[in-house]
């Protein structure tokens, strides 16, 4: 594992014990109501691990009627919510690091530092609580004024958890050239652009409809070699400036590479070779999330020309650059207007001299 196996988030991925009675920002009747409340409880607002008041009723009346059979799921339940609540207590926003939790001595040792982040604890939280107030809906249906109060309690959970619609993530837009890569029959690597780490998640979905390798990818636990690639490669190096670092990188990590003043097209040429030469084809760039800052940072590192492009997708491939991307910079013309590359021949019957010029406008 990476070096971020030993890294302790027992205070920054903690569940805050308020958290458990707040409806989440998602609820459809009480959201707005408790948003204030939500505001204060950090980590845990986009984790809230709301359990619901019938929830935690059913759970006592079983813990009151079947005492013996409820011991070990209300001490396996308390177990977990000391483990989800992290190395210190936090109440409504306030961390009271006077009152150490045992996530603090045991948060490193196998296997509860597989979770790593302590709030992950709250998906036994559940487990545990639900056979409990399963325990509670069995005491009430032993008694006859007891059945009738589980229809209530019933309406009262699907209120509890009302969330309608369903908040669902679009997923992003699909190009028809990852299709076509899909079916080309080739093995090579890809990178996607804007490079990052959290944008490195959303190219994940990418992946499984074009089936190649990328240059990112996304790990949670990692160290220094995981990026040792990216970072030795010139060109990557400095496409991953002003891109979501890893938090727990050098801050020099990533040199800062080249761009397109100077003699950029003299080091853009042995940059791709490189690439190429290591099973690279494709430089995906994807159009709805790249502004315009971004794709002007893209273009000062790789002054390529797409080989396709539609509203999701640019494409370049780094395999067919310009000729002047390997020698000398390009010749100017006029005003905006660059020669590339110039090709002559005659024609079989000697009748004729052809020659090509291949131009490009600077703007």
């Given at each position: 594992?990476?070096a971020?196996?030993?890294i302790?988030e027992g205070?920054?991925?903690?569940?805050d014990?308020?958290a458990?009675?707040?409806p989440?920002d998602?609820h459809?009747?009480?959201?707005?109501?408790?948003?204030?409340v939500l505001?204060?409880?950090?980590?845990?607002?986009?984790?809230?691990?709301?359990?619901g008041?019938a929830?935690?009723a059913?759970?006592?009346?079983?813990?009151?009627?079947?005492?013996?059979?409820?011991?070990?799921?209300?001490?396996?339940?308390?177990?977990?919510?000391?483990?989800?609540?992290?190395?210190?207590?936090?109440f409504?926003?306030?961390l009271?690091?006077?009152?150490?939790?045992p996530?603090r001595w045991?948060?490193q040792?196998?296997?509860?530092?597989?979770?790593?982040?302590?709030?992950?604890f709250?998906?036994l939280?559940?487990?545990?609580?639900a056979?409990?107030?399963g325990?509670?809906?069995?005491?009430?249906?032993?008694h006859r004024l007891?059945?009738?109060?589980?229809?209530?309690?019933a309406?009262?959970?699907?209120?509890e958890?009302?969330?309608?619609?369903m908040?669902?993530?679009?997923?992003?837009a699909q190009?028809?050239?990852l299709?076509?890569m899909?079916?080309?029959?080739?093995?090579?690597?890809?990178?996607?652009?804007?490079?990052?780490?959290?944008?490195?998640?959303?190219?994940?979905?990418y992946q499984t409809?074009?089936?190649?390798?990328?240059v990112?990818?996304?790990m949670?636990?990692?160290?220094?070699?995981?990026?040792?690639?990216i970072?030795?490669?010139?060109?990557?190096?400095?496409l991953?400036?002003?891109?979501?670092?890893p938090s727990?990188?050098?801050?020099?990590?990533f040199?800062a590479?080249?761009?397109?003043?100077?003699?950029?097209?003299l080091?853009?040429?042995?940059?791709?070779?490189q690439?190429a030469?290591?099973?690279?084809r494709y430089v995906?760039?994807?159009?709805?999330?790249?502004?315009?800052?971004?794709?002007?940072?893209?273009?000062?590192?790789?002054?390529?020309?797409?080989?396709?492009?539609?509203d999701?997708?640019?494409?370049?491939d780094?395999?067919?650059?310009?000729?002047?991307?390997?020698g000398a910079p390009?010749?100017?013309?006029s005003p905006?207007?660059e020669l590339?590359q110039?090709?002559?021949?005659i024609?079989?019957?000697?009748l004729?001299?052809?020659?090509q010029?291949?131009?490009?406008?600077t703007g």
């Open positions: 594992v990476g971020t196996a030993g302790d205070l920054s991925k903690q569940t014990l308020l458990y009675l707040v989440p998602i459809s009747l009480w959201a707005d109501r408790f948003m204030p505001e204060r409880l950090g980590y845990s607002k986009g984790f809230t691990p709301y359990t008041l929830v935690l059913l759970a006592l009346i079983g813990v009151f009627v079947w005492r013996k059979q409820a011991i070990y799921w209300l001490i396996s339940l308390a177990l977990w919510i000391l483990l989800a609540a992290g190395s210190a207590l936090r409504n926003g306030q009271y690091e006077g009152i150490p939790l996530y045991l948060g040792l196998f296997p509860i530092s597989v979770l790593r982040a302590p709030d992950r709250n998906l939280v559940v487990f545990s609580l056979v409990l107030a325990l509670g809906v069995a005491a009430l249906q032993r007891g059945r009738w109060a589980i229809l209530p309690l309406a009262l959970l699907a209120l958890f009302a969330v309608v619609p908040p669902m993530k679009r997923l992003p190009s028809p050239f299709e076509q899909a079916t080309d029959g080739e093995s090579y690597a890809v990178v996607d652009y804007p490079l990052g780490y959290n944008h490195a998640k959303r190219w994940l979905i409809w074009h089936g190649k390798a990328t990112e990818g996304h949670s636990r990692y160290d220094q070699d995981t990026y040792a690639y970072a030795a490669q010139p060109l990557l190096s400095a991953y400036q002003g891109a979501e670092r727990l990188l050098p801050a020099d990590y040199p590479g080249t761009s397109a003043a100077g003699d950029a097209p080091a853009l040429g042995p940059g791709l070779r690439l030469s290591d099973g690279l995906l760039l994807h159009r709805p999330f790249t502004d315009a800052g971004r794709m002007a940072h893209f273009q000062s590192i790789m002054p390529l020309m797409p080989v396709y492009q539609d999701a997708l640019t494409v370049y780094v395999t067919r650059p310009w000729s002047n991307h390997y390009a010749t100017p013309l905006g207007v590339l110039a090709t002559s021949r024609d079989p019957d000697g004729a001299l052809r020659v010029l291949i131009t490009q406008m």
